[in-house]
Structures are given as structure tokens and as C-alpha cells.
């Protein structure tokens, strides 16, 4: 049987520099700002995503999560910003994904796919081949108010399972991931990546002893090779 890899690791709602470096410092290779949302926590201005930003080191992965829609916006908000991942949490309209390839050469496209029944396996399968990864949350964009993520939730990770195994891209799992699960959804699951926000936290700020934790059960799960 092939070995498990060991996943990246995303440590989203990133507030401060000293957040950014905390999350490093524990082996973080991409970070999550969240911009603007309907619901949700995490989010901070984007004036200060940009100082974040800025004092990241070369090689971490910086993420924009933006639940706009419009081309023109999210351009606007990477220039902005200067991230070098954009994760739409949101549905984009039918050529979006291409056109923003065009206008932001070199910027990564991650698609959020929020899994809540089969009908997430072809949801995902249809919009892999536009962006460079998917990744699948808990959230409930059906919702009067949406909840895009950050929702604190597991969903079904046997679908997570089949999506994996179904598109050829890589897959960031989101949702409800802790320390205590953690070594569960690796083995589950075989994500390319984690992405992770309140279980690493203690009243909304990154807690190092749960992030050591963490990276712990990280490791635990899928020993380097």
C-alpha cells in the first residue's frame, strides 16, 4: 500500500504578524486571511492583510479567502493585498476562474467546495480543471446568510474520500479539524494538504500548545520518509 503523505499545512484566520510567525515558527507552510464575509471569524481588513503579508518569508504560501464574485473585485483585492493564493469560498460565475488566470498570472486558484452531499463529488470534479486546487469545507452557501467557513464543523470525509480519488488536483481538507482528529482525517482522507482555523485556538486567539499538538498528530499520522 502507498504510504500516507504527510500533509501542508494551512493555519487559517491569521490576525497579526506575530500570528503569522507563530504559525510558522510551528511549521506552517501556507497562511489564511480572511477578508470581508457574511459570516464567520477571522476576518481583518485588508489594509492589514497587506502588512501580513509583507512580513511573510518567501516560500509560506499566503491565502486570500474572498467571498467576491466579481472578476474586476478580486482582482482589485490581490493587487491589493499581494497574496499569492486566492481561495474563493464562494461560487463563481462560468468563466470567472479562466479569466482571473489571465489578469493574475502566477497568483494560485483554490476553489472552495463545501461538501454536503454526493452531489459535491461532480460539483468539484466540474471545476478542478480551471484552478490549481480544491478545498472542501463545511460550510452552507444556501443559507440566507451564507456561512462560507470557519464553521467549527466535520462533514463527510468518506465523500471527501471520493473526491480525492476522482479529479487530479490537489485537496486542502477544512472543517472541524483538531488535534484529536486530525491522525482520523489523514488516514481517512489523504489530503494533499489541512487547513485548520478554530481548533488551534483559544477565544479567537492561535494557541501554541494546541498548534504544537497539532503538528504533533501531524506527524504522528504520516511520519516523514
Known sequence: MRPI????????????????????DHGASALGLVSK??????????????????????????????CE??????????RRSGVNT????????????????????????????????EASIDEAS?????????????????????ELGGTGRVHDWRISRQIRERIDR??????????????DAIRQVAPYGLDICNGVRTRGKLDA???ADFFREVARAAPAA
Open 5 to 24: 503523505h504527510r500533509p501542508r499545512v494551512k493555519i487559517c484566520c491569521i490576525s497579526s504578524i506575530d500570528e503569522a510567525w507563530l504559525a510558522i
Open 37 to 66: 464575509m457574511p459570516s464567520g471569524p477571522g476576518v481583518v481588513s485588508d489594509e492589514l492583510i497587506a502588512q501580513i503579508v509583507a512580513a511573510v518569508p518567501p516560500g509560506v504560501a499566503t491565502f486570500l479567502l474572498t
Open 69 to 78: 464574485i466579481e472578476v474586476g473585485a478580486i482582482v482589485e483585492q490581490q
Open 86 to 117: 486566492l481561495q474563493f469560498v464562494d461560487h463563481l460565475p462560468r468563466g470567472a476562474h479562466q479569466a482571473l488566470r489571465k489578469a493574475l498570472p502566477g497568483v494560485a486558484l483554490i476553489q472552495v467546495v463545501h461538501v454536503t452531499d
Open 126 to 146: 466540474g471545476i478542478a480543471p480551471h484552478v490549481d486546487a480544491i478545498l472542501l469545507d463545511s460550510g452552507n452557501p444556501a443559507l440566507a446568510v451564507k
Open 170 to 183: 490537489p485537496i486542502f481538507l477544512a472543517g472541524g479539524l483538531r488535534p484529536e482528529n486530525v491522525g
Open 209 to 211: 500548545a494546541k498548534l
